[in-house]
């Protein structure tokens, strides 16, 4: 399988503060991640608030620029600090937010959120552009009666089906999902996920899935990297590092996780009697 | 077949944003008046050469300074009086009613579209640009702004239209710090990130993408500053800077009638009734607005 994604060593510092009476502090925010990510498979990224993972995600989606290290997409290198962001570059990578509620411009149709990737990046004609976007709206489960609607007459699932369809309508071969359903209640983040499934299928898409819900990893996932602190701790097929987690922060990440099985909520009862009892 | 599908809904959800607008509107009776009494104004500016019983400079020598006929006077033909030289007043006020719009409207866009453009590139870019515009800002804002009009229309001759770019450049900061701070606030809305990656560059992030989203204070913002302008533009007439007699402008025409303000009243106030009627009706349309525009005083 093709390699989409290669990060070597990518490194990212903010500069904070730098007044007139002292120089400011350097915040490693990540710090040497390197990862590989064939086509049509899906990286999560797992980790607490803080960890860098949506630091991680701006430098994939060439949103922010990396410090240090080398980033390959589709086998090319890619610099924007050097050649900045072209319309090829854009083809390749986009990214869906975490917020439905804040990724689209409450000003904008639906259907002009669709087509702005298209007008701004192909020379596409109106009407072309139309059928696609409609095609599109299909595609996420939506209607096309939708396309001249305001983003505030639909639901947070619904917004986010928009912000999925508005990023793949490039065809982009990488897709960067930055907690796509931790604001979504938990029958919509099932339909979700099964969308994302299923477009990955269709289209071949590669994704960098951002989250630090793991039993949406577990669905999800074919590989899994941990970060902590800006480092990629323990990274490994998804079997491996759910059965066999071998980092200790990995392990703590893994027991952190509440648990609603009738064995655990059993075991739990038993351990507040035996408390309340001694 | 998508077409026919899609063109339908169109309609009713613009409309449904404007009948919502206008059930808050609506609801404040001081708005609603005010607007009834701004139309009536724009109405009577418009056909003013219809609705005047004279025209604005016509004298009647054999009737100067005669009064109104609720006060005394014995001419019914001049409803509001003459003035010092035997001119109908309402007329002039009528005929005065297309300069103070003029200068409302005119006013306004040119602080606007200055105001607006200088705190979106502020807002936007942030750093040394931010700090010369919005420290400039500052010293026109740091002076009494009809002191630098005055000033203002001392370098450039007195006149009408130096008046008036005078007063745009007093009111124009007010402006521009507003769109400062929203564009600050939306900037960092992720639906900018959204379409900065979907490949927006600077003119249109700055103007289609976020200007938009902060238009509705802008609305209120313009609505005072039209009152204002109508007023600064009348003080400026007042001190003899502004339109130049025998313009039917009415803060010229109050100028014009302090000395005859104990010996016939009507010359001075009915011009300053005119300035206070309108300045008041646009207040409360703009106070309306605010309240139908801003989310946050609903009432759901």
Redesign the interface.
């Known amino acids: 399988m093709a390699i989409v994604l290669e990060a070597s060593n990518l490194v990212r510092d903010y500069h904070i503060g730098g007044t007139l009476f002292g120089g400011g502090r350097t915040v490693h925010a990540v710090k040497g991640v390197s990862f590989r990510l064939e086509q049509g498979k899906t990286l999560a990224i797992v980790g607490e608030s803080g960890s860098g993972k949506s630091t991680l995600a701006r430098i994939l989606t060439l949103i922010d620029r990396q410090t240090a290290g080398e980033l390959k997409i589709d086998g090319e290198t890619i610099d924007i600090a050097k050649t900045g962001v072209t319309a090829a570059m854009r083809r390749k990578v986009q990214i869906v937010f975490q917020n439905p509620y804040g990724s689209l411009n409450p000003r904008q149709k639906i259907g002009d959120v669709l087509m702005e990737p298209l007008l701004l990046n192909t020379d596409m004609p109106k009407a072309e552009r139309r059928d696609r976007a409609l095609e599109m709206l299909t595609k996420v489960g939506l209607l096309p009666e939708h396309f001249n609607r305001y983003p505030h007459m639909f639901s947070g699932g619904q917004r986010q089906r928009i912000a999925i369809a508005r990023a793949i309508i490039m065809r982009p071969s990488l897709l960067v999902l930055d907690e796509p359903v931790s604001a979504l209640d938990l029958s919509v983040q099932a339909q979700i996920l099964n969308l994302l499934a299923d477009l990955q299928d269709e289209f071949g898409l590669t994704y960098v899935f951002i989250s630090h819900d793991l039993s949406v990893v577990k669905y999800i996932a074919d590989e899994v990297m941990v970060m902590y602190l800006g480092e990629a701790v323990e990274t490994g097929t998804r079997d491996k590092l759910f059965s066999n987690p071998e980092h200790p922060y990995t392990k703590a990440l893994f027991a952190a996780t509440p648990r609603a099985d009738v064995e655990s909520i059993k075991a739990r009862l038993a351990r507040k009697a035996a408390l309340a009892s001694a | 077949m998508?077409t026919e599908?899609?063109a339908?809904?169109?309609a009713p959800?613009r409309f449904s944003g404007l009948r919502e607008f206008w059930y808050y509107f609506s609801m404040n009776r001081g708005a609603v008046i005010g607007l009834v009494v701004f139309v009536l104004l724009i109405l009577v500016a418009i056909f003013a050469p219809l609705i005047a019983p004279f025209p604005a400079d016509q004298q009647f020598r054999d009737f100067i300074r005669m009064a109104p006929p609720f006060a005394g006077g014995t001419q019914p033909q001049f409803l509001l009086g003459t003035d010092e030289v035997g001119r109908d007043i309402l007329s002039r006020l009528i005929y005065g009613a297309r300069y103070s719009l003029f200068i409302g409207f005119f006013v306004v866009t040119a602080a606007l579209f200055t105001g607006v453009t200088l705190g979106l590139l502020a807002g936007y870019f942030r750093g040394w640009v931010d700090a010369l515009i919005m420290r400039v800002m500052d010293i026109i804002l740091a002076f009494p702004s009809l002191l630098l009009a005055l000033v203002l229309v001392a370098i450039l001759g007195p006149g009408l239209f130096n008046a008036m770019l005078a007063i745009a450049l007093v009111l124009q900061p007010h402006f521009a710090r507003l769109t400062r701070a929203a564009v600050l606030s939306e900037k960092s809305?992720?639906?900018v990130?959204?379409?900065?990656?979907?490949?927006?560059g600077n003119l249109?992030l700055m103007f289609i993408?976020i200007l938009?989203?902060c238009l509705g204070p802008l609305i209120v913002q313009a609505t005072l500053s039209f009152s204002n302008a109508i007023l600064e533009a009348a003080a400026l007439g007042f001190l003899g800077m502004g339109a130049q007699p025998p313009t039917p402008e009415w803060g010229t025409m109050l100028a014009r009638a302090r000395e005859f303000i104990t010996s016939a009243w009507w010359i001075v106030t009915m011009p300053g009734l005119a300035i206070l009627i309108t300045v008041l009706a646009i207040n409360l349309i703009g106070d309306g607005l605010r309240d139908a525009l801003d989310p946050k005083l609903k009432r759901s």
């Open positions: 998508a599908i899609i339908a809904p169109t959800t809305r992720e639906y990130t959204s379409a900065k990656v979907a490949g927006a249109r993408t938009p989203n």
